[in-house]
Structure formats: structure tokens, C-alpha cells
């Protein structure tokens, strides 16, 4: 806003008294002071207010108008309430420094000029800023020129004073500010995206408030269609994959126009979003290629051929194929005739770019600015989404183990947001198979990450891995086993102590788990339960008692053992 803007206003109650020939100067911001030497919180076009509490004499006005002169503030405005008239020494100071000076009368509040500045600031900056934003989106349909949404996040930081990042739904970083000191605070990712999955799923309006640690967030959905409502589609058809967008702000009581300047913000990101996905069209088409051929029985030599050209579009630069490793997920819905395969697919990228990073389980960035999904195909068929991962790193001559995805830690980051995601009627299960050096073992590992995915989906809870080590041991045959089965032999070995635990509260169960984890050794166990050896004994008799088992026999404790992990 300009000077002349200030004086024409009435409310505000200035009267000029120099510098009449500097009223087009622009106001970028106000500030309250009446420090001797400010200059160290002016960044220049500033309206500085001042009651005059640093003026001893007449001799400290041209030192402190000088000061104001060099930061570049736009003009000074001095209060009349304690000293009554500005003095004459600090009108000519002003005189001789070009420097605007009004008198503020005493009956107007510097809060009341203050609020005024800003919001007038304010507005016109949001009004630049959805040009600009406009002006990005028809960059960014038409081609990459734009620069992606790392812009206009700056924008937002620069002009509305607004942190802003773009997360996925699992709470991976996609998108923020450049700005020192922008950066989303530690850990916070999940957390945003776990509340915002929740928010989707109970039907709330955006843009959703939430409160983590002392500090408000604002978040906005990244949708196609913006802010109108969305399809008929059945919302869990894309709550696991749609980005969020999170302001450092409370938008609560924001103005209409600020609220659509952020929803235009938001359909831009979106753009960036179908890009990428049309961008990962020849990686998926690789991917569903390769599955193909090995689900048909394909030769190898045809599936080596295959594997030769996914090589370098995943890894350019490498010059020979890595090794590989396959995962396979699902994603579930009760009572819902839903297509999961899509989700899956959508879902399983990003739970592998989390996984992912500069020595992470795809191995090193294969280009300056590479998506860490951008190195990782993945297919989908019927309800099973299936990856195919690259492991150019030097891998164990075992199985793999040492290096590439790790089952028990694939889901670890990401667990809070997708069981807000699933609320109760879904589940996620992945199943990791151990690297293969060569086409001829591609068919094996497909096959073995379906079967610890098939592990995972025998345990209780929404979100469940499995890897290719638990495979080796009896957790391979539990899944298996039919409900009514699991059901009565877990029955008859346990429900007799956890009656009795009831009753009496003894802790047999706990008692007899600690006790087969301790391989059966009294000292180790009662050490671990911080029990007497006399108590632990007392115990496990009347474990064998109620059961009509003996614990030195290698057969019952097996018994027990299963009974436990079936349980």
C-alpha cells in the first residue's frame, strides 16, 4: 500500500508533516519501537511507529531518523500522547533525510494503525500471490516450466509469511519451502499425515486444524476438483494415496480470499502429482510386464531380456542389472466390494520411497533430484499390488539379508498414518521376499513374498509385514491352519490358566510365556519376572497341573509354544 493510502484515511487520524513529495512510497510492513538504534529488526519499508521514549534532547533526533533513513523504512509516524507536539528538531531531521513524518493524534491507538497496515498488507500480497499461483498452474499444465510446487511454497513463505509443506499420505516429505530455517520439524510428517487420513475417513471439512506440540496446523486435502466436493466415488478408493498440504497457521478465522488462495495452491500441487504419475506409467508397464512373464512360466532368458531393459530406466547410469527383490501387498476393506489393486499399488510406491533413501533399500538416487519411488516398479493385479526393487548395493551371498527391504522395519514409520487411514474397517499386509541374483530366481521370490504376506495377514491388527526369514521356521505353517483347528487347540492348552488367571490373578500365562522365551531355565526366568526360583517353580506346577502337561517334555512345551503364537 502506499503512503497516501495511510493519510487519506480518516480512522487513522495522521496529519503530514513532511514530506509531501514522498507519499507514493510503498508500506511493506509496521513497526512499534521507540529504541534509540532499531535498525537491527528493520529490513526496510516499514511505517515505524514511536511514542518518543528514546528523545532525551533535541540532539538524539538526527541520529535516530538517520538510522531510520539508511534501513529504508518508508516513513515515521510519532505519537503525540506523552510529549504532546512532535518537536520541530525531529521534523527537520526528517526534512533533511527525505524521510516521511507524520503525527499520530493521541485518541488513536498504534494497535488500531498497526491492525490496519497489516491487514491491508496482507490483502494485497495475497492478491499478488494468486496471480503469481495462477500463473504457475498454467505453467505447470502446459510443461515443467514452472518449476514444481518447491515455488510456490517459497511464495507463500516470502510474500504471506506462511510455512508450508506438501506430505504424502504415509507423512514422507514430497515438497517444502527453500528458505533456511523452513524445514518440517522432526517427525512431525506422520503425525500430520496420520491426522489428516483421520479427518478424510470421519468426513470432516477441510481445512482441518490440528494441534502437535505448542503449534497449529492447517491442512488441506491435494485432490483433483480443489475444494468442491469430490466424486461419488467411495473415499477409500484414494484415502491411502491423496497428498495432503500443511500450513503453519491456524485458518480458522482467515478471510475467504486466503482460503482460496491455499485451495489454488493445493490444485496445483495436484498437477504435479498427475505428472509424476503419468511419469511413473513406463516403470509400472515394466513392472506388469515382467510379472507376466513370470506368472505364464516364461523362460528365463525372456525374463532376463525384460530385466535388461528395466535396468536402466530404474538405475540409469548403472551399466548392469542389479539384483532384485519382490513385495507384495494388499490393501482390504470389510464388507466392500472395493478394487484394491490401484490402492495398493499407489500405496506400495510410497511405502517404498520411505524406505528408501540415500543408502536405503533401492540404493543410492539415480539422478540429481530422483523421486526415491522413481527407482521402484510396481504392478498390480487383481486385488495384489506387487514391487519390483532394485538393489544395486553389494548384497549378502546368503539371501540378502544384510542389505535391501527389511520386512520388520518396511511398516514401522508409516504404521500411525495408515491405521488412521484404514479407521477400523481396512488392513494393509506386505510380504517381502529375501534378493535374487538372476531371472531364474524371480518366479521363487514372487512366490515367497506372497506366502510371508500371507504370514502377515494371519496376524492380528491393521497393518502387518512379513519377511522371507520368518518363512525357514513353523510361523509358515500357522497361517495355514484352519480357524476351528487353531481355535480348539489353543482352548484346550490355555483357556484353563486364563480362567484361573482371572480368579486369582496369578500371571500364569505371562508366567509360562517368559518361561519358553527362557528356554525352560529357571534362573534366567525368574531373574527376568524378578521372582523367587521357589515362586517361578510354584508356578509352572500349577501350570502343569491345570493342563495335565509336563514342562521338561520337549512335546508339551512345543504345544505350549504354538499355542501361544496361534493365540
Known sequence: ???????DTDALGLRLLGGEDELDRTVRGVMTTDLRDPSRYLSGGELVLTGLAWRRDAADSEPFVRILAHAGVAALAAGEAE??????????????????????????????????????????????????????????????AGGGPDVVLDL????????????????????????????????????????????????????????????????????????????????????????????????????????????????LIAVERDRRDAARTVRRRLAQEVLELVQTGAAPAEIAARLRVAAPVLLPGLGAAPHWQVVVARVEWDGAGLDGGPAAQALLEEVLADA?????????????????????????????????VPLPAVVSEHDGSETGVQADAL?????EPLTAGLDGDGRVTLGVSAAVHSAEGLRGA?????????????????????????????????????????????????????????????????????FLDCDGSWTRCATRLHLHVNTLRYRVGRIEQLTGRDLSRLEDKLDFF??????
Not at 241 to 256: C, F, H, I, T
Not at 362 to 376: V, W
Not at 562 to 567: I, W
Open 446 to 514: 514372487l512366490e515367497e513374498a506372497r506366502h510371508a504376506r500371507r504370514v502377515a495377514a494371519a496376524r492380528p491388527g491393521p497393518v502387518c509385514a512379513a519377511g522371507h526369514q520368518e518363512l525357514a521356521s513353523h510361523v509358515l505353517l500357522l497361517p495355514f491352519v484352519p480357524d476351528d483347528v487353531r481355535r480348539a487347540f489353543t482352548a484346550r492348552l490355555l483357556d484353563p490358566l486364563r480362567d484361573y488367571d482371572r480368579r486369582h490373578r496369578a500371571e500364569l500365562i505371562p508366567t509360562l510365556e517368559a
Open 356 to 388: 528408501a533413501g540415500p543408502t536405503g533399500a533401492a540404493g543410492p538416487a539415480s539422478s540429481p533430484g530422483a523421486e526415491p519411488a522413481d527407482r521402484i516398479a510396481v504392478a498390480h493385479t487383481g486385488e495384489e499390488a506387487v514391487a519390483l
Open 156 to 267: 507463500l513463505g516470502s510474500d504471506l509469511d506462511l510455512r508450508a509443506w506438501v506430505l504424502s499420505p504415509t507423512g514422507r516429505l514430497v515438497a517444502g519451502p527453500k528458505a533456511a530455517g523452513a524445514a518440517l520439524p522432526g517427525g512431525l510428517g506422520a503425525g500430520l499425515a496420520a491426522e489428516h487420513l483421520a479427518a478424510v475417513r470421519s468426513g470432516r471439512r477441510a481445512p482441518n486444524r490440528v494441534t502437535l506440540g505448542a503449534q497449529v496446523y492447517s491442512l488441506f486435502p491435494v485432490r483433483t476438483g480443489g475444494r468442491g466436493p469430490q466424486a461419488t466415488r467411495d473415499v477409500r478408493e484414494t484415502v491411502l494415496s491423496d497428498w495432503l498440504l500443511a500450513v503453519e497457521a491456524d485458518a480458522g478465522d482467515w478471510p475467504e480470499e486466503r482460503l482460496d488462495l491455499l485451495y489454488g495452491v493445493a490444485q
Open 83 to 144: 510529549l504532546g507536539d512532535v518537536p520541530d528538531d525531529l521534523v527537520a531531521a526528517c526534512v533533511r533525510h527525505r524521510l516521511p513524518l507524520f503525527a499520530v493524534h493521541e485518541s488513536v491507538a498504534f494497535a488500531t494503525i498497526t491492525e490496519h497496515v497489516v491487514r491491508q498488507v496482507s490483502g494485497e500480497r495475497a492478491g499478488d500471490l494468486a496471480a503469481v499461483v495462477d500463473r504457475h498452474r498454467r505453467m505447470m499444465t502446459s510443461g515443467p
Open 562 to 567: 504354538l499355542a501361544l503364537r496361534m493365540s
Open 1 to 7: 500500500m502506499r503512503l497516501r493510502a495511510l493519510l
Open 411 to 415: 511398516l514401522a514409520a508409516v504404521r
